[in-house]
């Protein structure tokens, strides 16, 4: 292989990196180039910044991605070469953090796991729906924690700890296997119509860590758990509609659970 020789060339586009001032809505982008394999997307986004104006606003910026990229790394084009003033949360990049939930094409998914292919020429994206916006795609995220906090989703065990682990079968561990993959991402509770009509609702993503530990045979709160669910806020405020089932990005059953812990509540099961 030859070794690189000289100094790369300074390129025009490094000023692209400076983040500019607030944009108006309705401000011309450049495109960019086009490269060999990359296609060119469409992002329209609905803005939000209230230091230009009270409501919010539909921008679109052109860029051109590969096919196999994620619409994450679109909108990392947007904001690192178009418009720095984009506002929107991202950490890992890998469908575990949670952090990119927003509304793509209508319906709530990561960022992260979709593919640029699946929504050429054109896509749509908006803030998760149910919560604040703060900024752009970024919503508060306190009201979605506080439904959480309520069902104290952690282990409650008052017996002296063993000497090693407390023990569990594996048919114990898959009772509840299935609510131990949330993530946290708010994706199944923006997306319940009850959610964003009653605010004291305490939401899907609560009843399934909920559920996590309810069914937990070295846990010793079930009974307290399911005391917080079944009042006005709980688990019967649940009209069944499925959209949560469908916006889960880890694929877990959160209706089912939901309906767990109502039998769990209505014949004492536990």
Same mark, same amino acid.
């Given at each position: 292989?030859?070794?690189?020789? !000289?100094?790369?060339?300074?390129?025009?586009?490094?000023?692209?990196?400076?983040?500019?001032?607030?944009?108006?809505?309705?401000?011309?982008?450049?495109?960019?180039?086009?490269? /060999?394999?990359?296609?060119?997307?469409?992002?329209?986004? %609905?803005?939000?910044?209230?230091?230009?104006?009270?409501?919010?606003?539909?921008?679109?910026?052109?860029?051109?991605?590969?096919?196999?990229?994620?619409?994450?790394?679109?909108?990392?084009?947007? %904001?690192?070469?178009?418009?720095?003033?984009?506002?929107?949360?991202?950490?890992?990049?890998?469908?575990?953090?949670?952090?990119?939930?927003?509304?793509?094409?209508?319906?709530? *998914?990561?960022?992260?796991?979709?593919?640029?292919?699946?929504?050429? /020429?054109?896509?749509?994206?908006?803030?998760?729906?149910?919560?604040?916006?703060?900024?752009?795609?970024?919503?508060?995220?306190? /009201?979605?924690?506080?439904?959480?906090?309520?069902?104290?989703?952690?282990?409650?065990?008052?017996?002296?700890?063993?000497?090693?682990?407390?023990?569990?079968?594996?048919?114990?561990?898959?009772?509840?296997?299935?609510?131990?993959?949330?993530?946290?991402?708010? *994706?199944?509770?923006?997306? +319940?119509?009850?959610?964003? !009509?009653?605010?004291?609702?305490? !939401?899907?993503?609560?009843?399934?860590?909920?559920?996590?530990?309810?069914?937990?045979?070295?846990?010793?709160?079930?009974?307290?758990?399911?005391?917080?669910?079944?009042? %006005?806020?709980?688990?019967?405020?649940?009209?069944?509609?499925?959209?949560?089932?469908?916006? +889960?990005?880890?694929?877990?059953?959160?209706? %089912?659970?939901?309906?767990?812990?109502?039998?769990?509540?209505?014949?004492?099961?536990?």
């Amino acid at each position: 292989m030859a070794e690189w020789e !000289g100094e790369p060339e300074e390129s025009e586009d490094l000023g692209l990196w400076e983040e500019g001032p607030p944009r108006e809505p309705g401000a011309k982008r450049k495109g960019g180039p086009s490269v /060999p394999g990359q296609v060119s997307l469409a992002v329209r986004i %609905k803005r939000y910044n209230p230091d230009i104006r009270e409501g919010s606003w539909w921008d679109e910026f052109t860029v051109n991605v590969e096919p196999f990229d994620r619409l994450l790394d679109a909108l990392h084009v947007v %904001k690192w070469y178009r418009d720095g003033t984009l506002a929107l949360r991202r950490s890992c990049a890998h469908g575990v953090c949670g952090s990119d939930a927003m509304v793509i094409n209508g319906q709530n *998914a990561l960022a992260c796991k979709v593919l640029v292919r699946d929504v050429v /020429p054109k896509v749509t994206v908006e803030p998760i729906r149910g919560l604040p916006v703060i900024k752009d795609l970024v919503v508060d995220m306190e /009201p979605f924690f506080e439904g959480y906090k309520k069902v104290l989703p952690f282990l409650v065990n008052d017996q002296e700890p063993p000497e090693r682990e407390r023990r569990q079968s594996p048919a114990e561990r898959a009772r509840y296997d299935d609510t131990t993959k949330c993530i946290l991402c708010a *994706a199944c509770t923006t997306s +319940c119509p009850i959610y964003w !009509g009653d605010e004291g609702y305490i !939401g899907p993503a609560a009843i399934v860590n909920a559920h996590r530990f309810i069914f937990d045979s070295r846990d010793q709160a079930g009974k307290e758990r399911l005391a917080i669910l079944a009042e %006005k806020s709980g688990v019967f405020r649940c009209r069944t509609t499925f959209n949560c089932t469908e916006a +889960c990005p880890r694929g877990i059953k959160v209706t %089912k659970a939901i309906q767990e812990v109502k039998r769990a509540i209505m014949f004492d099961r536990l």
